[in-house]
């Protein structure tokens, strides 16, 4: 099956820092997704980017689907961006996600 | 619209007891998939429904069980529970053939 990873898979930032955060994937995708999980256990979901770049706020995302990876963006981290972030991909929309490990990200103030 | 609502929150048990947990989907939503979530590990796939049938499993023992309603929510059954299944279950419900999933905030099981 699908093998994903996540990397780094700590980070702590100071309050106002920028990060970057990996996700590699082994085989071709339709469907990939970025999540954050926050400390009561929630998916939330941030983005659906099987390819190309979105934005959203200080949120941003690439998927390069021929090289078989993604990225994530934060900009000007804030202490409510702490938790984890999961990337999850799939076949289809009907084909279950497979997560990642996951990065835990703590934003110190 | 009303979002994905898992019961109960948390959960303790003994070793070789049955749990059922509950999840009611997004309105909307016809697909339900459950999730396990080991400590500091990715959600795993246990399986998925759709029109009331399993419709995808992961590599989980038949033990563990489950049903979709008419109104598409689910409900997932652990029987001869293991100190192994402490983990936090998570309920996603979505719409068939399009991508998006909407994810309850999940019960937390300890097995004792």
């Known amino acids: 099956g699908i093998q994903v990873e996540q990397s780094p898979p700590d980070l702590i930032l100071q309050e106002g820092a920028n990060s970057t955060l990996r996700c590699n994937f082994s085989?071709?995708?339709?469907?990939l997704q970025w999540f954050h999980q926050n400390p009561w256990g929630q998916l939330i979901n941030l983005f659906y980017?099987?390819?190309g770049t979105k934005q959203n706020g200080r949120l941003s995302a690439t998927t390069v689907a021929t090289e078989r990876y993604s990225l994530l963006y934060i900009s000007s981290s804030q202490t409510t961006d702490s938790g984890v972030y999961f990337c999850?991909?799939?076949?289809?929309?009907?084909?279950?996600?497979?997560f990642g490990k996951g990065t835990r990200l703590s934003v110190i103030a | 619209e009303t979002g994905v609502t898992q019961s109960p929150t948390h959960l303790i048990k003994t070793r070789g007891q049955q749990v059922t947990l509950r999840c009611s989907s997004q309105s909307g939503h016809n697909t339900v998939s459950w999730y396990q979530q080991a400590l500091g590990q990715g959600p795993q796939f246990i399986f998925q429904y759709y029109r009331e049938e399993e419709n995808g499993r992961g590599n989980f023992p038949p033990r563990f069980s489950g049903l979709q309603f008419p109104n598409y929510s689910s409900e997932l059954n652990v029987n001869a529970l293991e100190l192994d299944d402490s983990a936090l279950y998570l309920c996603?419900?979505?719409?068939?053939?399009?991508?998006?999933?909407?994810f309850g905030s999940g019960t937390r099981l300890t097995v004792v």
């Open positions: 085989d071709s995708v339709n469907n």
């Open positions: 999850a991909v799939g076949n289809s929309g009907n084909t279950p996600l497979v």
């Open positions: 996603a419900s979505s719409l068939r053939d399009f991508y998006g999933y909407t």
């Open positions: 980017i099987p390819s």
